[in-house]
């Protein structure tokens, strides 16, 4: 039993494998259509986003006369976590809308920044995402000089240095049109393949006579050719184009017929004239002639 299920396992990859390459045409169709209709979305309903980014350093020295030691490493280390969730505060954020007046509030200004520290370092970057690149520059700018001041009194930093100032974006960084065609491409065809699959598995009737002997375990003794409706069209029009050639062929021999009908009367009837016109030629000959023998005579 194992072996014949595993068996009709198999079958069934085969054919599934099979439909999926006949409708391959179909899956290559709906991700190129897919992939194309993402790429226009996206070029023409997404807004692009620029990105700004400014860099600062954390350090908190224990001692000031002497210089940086190694548990001040360690302090600013520990002390970079704090920081970060301490720029997307809403004191710092309340600040950054105030000096630059902008039109936004704290929760929107804070999902568009972004917090960031690098692996076994004292550096954290700070990234602002902006329709426009020279607000996205201002905002980031501005938020590492607010939470360096803001740092040193409220997490008693003795000093945050601000290692790169803000980049003024040239290039969007949002939305990645190649990304998302690649996207959109791939999940028409996984859509395409998914929809062909469940098409084939839910439908269960009997097509060939394999699958009268796997489902019904019946052999077949004949089959019964069923035309399609195109043939059957098809065939319907050539029959009606040869009735019309056979009526056509009959007109033209009725035509025919009747033409040499008329054309052998008129041969009789030139014939009939010519034969009475025979015998008066005939007589008038013999007048002529007893005419010429009387006057000899006289």
Not at 148 to 166: H, P
Not at 184 to 191: M, N, Q, R, T
Not at 196 to 210: A, K, Y
Not at 233 to 240: F, L, N, S, V, Y
Request: aromatic share 4%; glycine share 6%; with cysteine.
């Amino acid at each position: 039993m194992e072996q014949k299920n595993e068996q009709e396992v198999e079958i069934d990859l085969k054919e599934i494998f099979i439909i999926l390459l006949d409708r391959l045409w179909v899956i290559i169709f709906t991700g190129v259509l897919l992939a194309a209709l993402t790429g226009i979305y996206t070029k023409v309903f997404v807004t692009p986003m620029y990105t700004s980014t400014a860099k600062v350093y954390v350090i908190n020295r224990q001692n000031e006369e002497n210089a940086v030691t190694y548990s001040d490493l360690q302090s600013g280390s520990s002390l970079t976590q704090d920081y970060m969730v301490m720029v997307k505060g809403n004191n710092v954020l309340g600040q950054v809308i105030d000096e630059l007046n902008l039109d936004m509030t704290a929760e929107d200004l804070k999902e568009r920044v972004s917090v960031s520290n690098e692996t076994n370092t004292r550096f954290i970057s700070i990234s602002v995402e902006d329709p426009d690149p020279v607000v996205a520059q201002q905002i980031a700018d501005c938020l590492a000089e607010i939470s360096a001041e803001v740092g040193q009194d409220v997490m008693d930093i003795k000093k945050v240095n601000i290692a790169e100032e803000a980049n003024l974006p040239k290039n969007p960084s949002s939305p990645n049109l190649k990304k998302n065609i690649l996207i959109g491409g791939f999940a028409g065809i996984f859509l395409a393949i998914v929809v062909i699959i469940i098409i084939f598995l839910m439908n269960d009737s009997i097509r060939t006579p394999e699958d009268v002997k796997k489902y019904l375990d019946l052999n077949t003794l004949g089959q019964i050719p069923v035309l399609d409706e195109g043939e059957t069209k098809k065939k319907k029009k050539k029959r009606e184009k040869r009735k019309k050639l056979d009526v056509d062929d009959i007109e033209d021999d009725e035509e025919t017929g009747m033409s040499s009908d008329e054309d052998t009367a008129e041969k009789e009837a030139e014939k009939d004239e010519e034969s009475k016109a025979e015998p008066a030629e005939s007589q008038s000959k013999k007048n002529g002639s007893k005419r010429k023998k009387g006057g000899k005579q006289a």
